[in-house]
């Protein structure tokens, strides 16, 4: 199985900047990509940044120009920069990556979540 560890979350105030960390491990080919959610209590869960193998990137209108994600995928490790946090930025972040595995020569698609990392942003 394919696991993913976060890290990163924590208290900042309001202009402040954090960076979270996402580490896969297990078996899998390669990333076909690798994205950061959130979701705040009683909304749902929402898209925050996603990066792609080629290495597009989409940001939610909410976080652009303030958030970045990155990924370096010889450690299996994405990040996400943040930076001018806001009050409204307070949620649990999930990571998420979409995983190739090839079986008898069939290229598979796995999805798998992290178990998410609390961001509070005080005013």
């Known amino acids: 199985q394919v696991q993913l560890v976060e890290s990163g979350g924590g208290l900042v105030q309001a202009g402040g900047s954090l960076r979270l960390s996402c580490t896969a491990s297990?078996?899998?080919?390669?990333?076909?990509?690798t994205a950061w959610y959130r979701q705040a209590p009683g909304e749902k869960r929402e898209l925050v940044a996603s990066?792609?193998?080629?290495?597009?990137?989409n940001y939610a209108d909410a976080v652009k120009g303030r958030f970045t994600i990155s990924r370096n995928s010889a450690n299996r490790t994405w990040y996400l920069q943040m930076n001018s946090l806001r009050p409204e930025d307070t949620a649990i972040y999930y990571c998420?990556?979409?995983?190739?595995?090839?079986?008898?020569?069939?290229?598979?698609?796995?999805?798998?979540w992290g178990q998410g990392t609390q961001v509070t942003v005080s005013s």
């Open positions: 998420n990556a979409e995983t190739y595995t090839m079986v008898t020569g069939m290229r598979y698609v796995g999805e798998y």
């Open positions: 990066i792609t193998a080629d290495s597009n990137t």
């Open positions: 297990g078996s899998f080919s390669s990333f076909k990509s």
